[in-house]
């Protein structure tokens, strides 16, 4: 990612990029205030989108929160999402000192400080911000991303210096694209009066009027007359509306997927009830003493791996935000040939501090999986029914009624969400969705290893834990038995050797068995039950109409999958938790395009039908 080349002229920064001022040097405060942060109304809705194009030092960002949170509740909407892109990559000490030079700092300190706290690295990407009623989504890319990007704006920010200095941002493309991602009546505020730019909004809807400017002659406010209506090429992957009838959800399972989107749901205002077969918490995948947070490390632009340092760095971030989880990184070894060739090849990762045959990623570390599900769902307010086991739904009236074995029914729910992990497999059946159940066994050492660092290769260490240390895990998609084995604890101990030699006495103190669900293609499985009939019989001539337009794809109401997240659900289920509570709450899809058609139910049998099988 490119990094602002900034200097300071009469103590206002300046873009040696742009050969622009980032703002007025006298009145920037005002000026932001009088062109975009305080020249609209809000609306007393759910949520309300505000999309910039221009993030700069986040001056816009910053004032608009606190006019957001200093407006009376009943005077504004109940959720703002701010979506902001930024090509340039400013640095925390260089913002910090932007703030200060400026006189601003202590005006904004309560914001910006943790703001900066959980500043990403200087990677593309989409970084969340977790403000009272608030997200900030931070996109660091091109303004080209937003072809990939899926919300409805209320109101844009068109900034990023003027037209003549930056044209790429005012233009023809770019403005398709926002009266794309704009509603009917959405608002686009510039500080440029620019012909080609009134030339532009006018020919994709939007009406334009020239109104006076800040301290200049005349500046253009638009609205959008007519939402566009794309035609959809893969219609089988868009997002469907979700019409909640309540906001009672259910979730079926009781580990890490369900307790991170119970935690963002309850953001949100919804009443969650989540039911688990076994007697307590922790019985499955999700309840290990501890593990290691941390990254696939593949090829530069391979999508799995790039999903999965985007998981990794979002749960990161995610983790010390809501849970002040404190993490002190983790070392990957390349243990052959093809390990060490993607390690060689992503050496100029921000992510990856690699040397020989070593990775250290110092945003992951040990965690310790029981106590963070457990935290998640206390600050959720959830309801948990322990010894539910699901069986089966009754859709009616827009609500769901579930039924137990040998328990009554409970009902009333608006949605229901399906992440019941490994044992997604006895219970999910599609057409090309193959599901595997993998059986693993970490084996409980007495502290033998001095490490603060997880380590990690064929099999990992992490660091110690009171009285026991945790090692493992093995691997086994055949054997289905709850019950710890001798072998398997003896295979994790000569998986160790490469870092403690075979000489070490160890002392084993415990094991525990948990199975893991995966996918055959390795991605998460998420998003919305879509009708298989429906798609056999609508898209069944894929094979000789993918490059056509589809129709509109059909789903199960309100029914939702949240599985197979293998062996890094502590990283991947933040990523999905947002994704579903976009969908089930109509808001900004946090996710590119290219990642949602990966982790798209759907997706096996869309691949059979375009093949023509």
Same mark, same amino acid.
């Not at 206002?12 to 005002?30: A, H, M, V």
């Not at 407006?71 to 109940?78: D, N, T, W």
């Not at 080609?196 to 006018?202: A, I, V």
């Given at each position: 990612m490119k990094k602002a080349n900034i200097i300071f002229k009469d103590n #206002?920064? @300046? $873009?040696? +990029? @742009? +050969? +622009? @001022? &980032?703002?007025? $040097?006298? /009145?920037?405060?005002?000026e932001s205030k009088f062109v975009y942060t305080h020249a609209f109304k809000w609306k007393d809705e759910e949520n309300f989108v505000i999309a910039e194009s221009g993030f700069g030092i986040g001056l816009n960002f910053f !004032? #608009?929160?606190?006019?957001? !949170? /200093?407006? /009376?509740? $009943? *005077?504004?909407?109940?959720? !703002?999402? &701010?979506? $902001?892109?930024e090509a340039f990559y400013i640095d925390q000490k260089k913002l910090r000192e932007i703030y200060k030079r400026l006189g601003f700092y202590e005006e904004f300190k309560e914001f910006l400080e943790p703001f900066l706290e959980f500043y990403p690295k200087a990677k593309k990407g989409i970084y969340r911000f977790y403000f009272k009623d608030c997200f900030l989504d931070l996109v660091f890319d091109d303004i080209s991303i937003l072809k990939e990007l899926d919300f409805k704006a209320d109101v844009w920010y068109l900034d990023g210096f003027s037209p003549s200095k930056n044209p790429q941002m005012f233009d023809e493309n770019l403005i398709f694209e926002l009266a794309r991602l704009s509603k009917k009546n959405t608002q686009i505020r510039t500080f440029s009066s620019a012909s @080609? !730019? *009134?030339?532009?909004?006018?020919k994709y809807g939007f009406r334009v009027e020239k109104i006076k400017g800040f301290k200049k002659r005349e500046m253009i406010e638009a609205f959008l007359e007519k939402e566009i209506k794309l035609e959809d090429k893969e219609a089988y992957f868009s997002r469907i509306p979700s019409v909640l009838k309540t906001k009672k959800i259910a979730i079926i399972g009781a580990g890490i997927a369900a307790a991170t989107l119970a935690y963002e749901l309850s953001l949100r205002g919804f009443e969650i009830d989540v039911f688990e077969k076994n007697l307590a918490l922790g019985q499955g995948a999700s309840g290990n003493k501890s593990g290691i947070l941390s990254s696939l490390i593949l090829k530069p632009k391979v999508v799995l791996g790039e999903f999965s340092e985007l998981s990794f760095i979002e749960a990161s971030r995610f983790y010390r935000q809501i849970l002040d989880l404190k993490l002190k990184g983790v070392i990957e070894f390349a243990h052959n040939a093809l390990m060490q060739e993607r390690f060689n090849a992503q050496k100029e990762n921000v992510l990856f501090k690699i040397s020989a045959n070593e990775a250290f990623l110092e945003d992951g570390g040990a965690i310790f999986p029981y106590a963070l599900v457990e935290k998640l769902f206390e600050k959720s307010n959830v309801k948990i029914y322990f010894g539910y086991e699901f069986e089966a739904y009754d859709f009616k009236e827009e609500l769901f009624t579930l039924k137990f074995k040998n328990h009554s029914v409970k009902n009333h729910y608006a949605a229901l969400v399906y992440a019941m992990g490994a044992d997604a497999k006895d219970f999910i059946f599609y057409d090309g969705m193959k599901l595997s159940k993998i059986r693993g066994q970490v084996t409980h050492l007495k502290p033998f290893l001095d490490t603060e660092v997880p380590l990690s290769s064929k099999a990992y260490i992490c660091p110690r834990k009171g009285d026991l240390q945790v090692i493992g895990a093995s691997y086994d998609r055949f054997d289905q038995s709850w019950d710890a084995k001798d072998e398997d604890d003896r295979k994790n101990i000569e998986n160790i050797f490469e870092f403690i030699g075979k000489d070490c006495n160890l002392k084993i103190i415990g094991s525990k068995v948990g199975f893991r669900s995966y996918s055959s293609d390795r991605f998460v499985i998420a998003g919305n039950a879509y009708d298989e009939a429906f798609y056999k019989k609508e898209y069944k001539a894929l094979l000789w109409t993918k490059g056509k337009v589809q129709k509109q794809a059909k789903a199960l109401p309100n029914l939702y999958f949240n599985f197979a997240h293998g062996s890094r659900g502590f990283s991947t289920s933040v990523l999905t938790a947002r994704y579903l509570c976009a969908l089930i709450n109509n808001e900004p899809l946090f996710l590119q395009k290219k990642y949602i058609h990966a982790i798209h139910p759907a997706r096996f049998l869309i691949r059979k039908l375009k093949k023509g099988l």
């Open positions: #206002t920064p @300046f $873009s040696l +990029d @742009f +050969d +622009d @001022f &980032y703002f007025n $040097s006298k /009145e920037g405060l005002n !004032l #608009t929160l606190k006019r957001f !949170l /200093e407006s /009376e509740v $009943s *005077q504004r909407p109940k959720k !703002l999402f &701010y979506i $902001s892109i @080609f !730019l *009134q030339k532009n909004l006018k």
